[in-house]
């Protein structure tokens, strides 16, 4: 019995979620930042602002101009983040039914991050993306390396490019490690 309690009680503590970042409406957006296809010559332009519910707001419109097309916002965190028993980042978020990317970087010097797509479907929304499936890439091209198997996160990025012109908005509620 006492094994069955320590099991039940290590499961419940190893599956505690960690706050990556979380929106409120005291919530500080000062270690988040647009980069946009500007810095190649291109027209893309992204926002990112919060709504009077505290959620964040990631949105703009997209060009293909001047070999654009794509927008993003990152968060680097204050402290690098330990991903020690943590096997799932979980977004909830709300979006226009467009798709997205999310990326993480466990190294800022490094010159790639870990990136999966996600689709959206309009409404309120759970995407659990599994921390070994993000699979390293760098300017569009994945890499012929292992996938994420870091042990911290200092950087966390989501980015709309879908070879299109479109406009787009993705509302952010809560980001977290599981």
């Given amino acids: 019995m006492r094994v069955l309690i320590f099991i039940t009680l290590f499961l419940a503590t190893s599956m505690e979620a960690q706050t990556i970042f979380n929106f409120s409406t005291n919530a500080q957006l000062s270690n988040w930042y647009v980069v946009d296809d ?3 010559g291109g027209r ?16 703009g419109n997209i060009s293909l ?3 654009g097309g794509f927008s993003s916002i990152r ?53 659990v993306i599994p921390l070994n499936s993000l699979y390293p890439s760098f300017r569009g091209r994945k890499l012929n390396m292992p996938n994420f198997s870091g042990t911290v996160l200092q950087e ?7 070879k ?7 509302l952010i509620d809560s980001i977290s490690l599981r």
């Fill in 38 to 40: 500007g810095v190649m």
């Fill in 44 to 59: 893309s332009k992204g926002s990112m602002r919060q709504d009077k519910e505290g959620h964040g707001i990631f949105a």
């Fill in 65 to 67: 101009e001047n070999n």
């Fill in 75 to 127: 968060y680097r965190l204050p402290e690098p983040m330990s991903t020690q028993g943590a096997t799932q980042v979980v977004l909830k978020i709300k979006a226009d039914g467009k798709n997205y990317q999310f990326r993480v970087t466990d190294q800022i010097r490094k010159r790639y991050s870990y990136i999966t797509s996600f689709s959206t479907d309009g409404s309120w929304q759970e995407i």
């Fill in 156 to 162: 966390i990025t989501f980015l709309i490019g879908n």
């Fill in 164 to 170: 299109k012109t479109e406009d787009f908005e993705l």
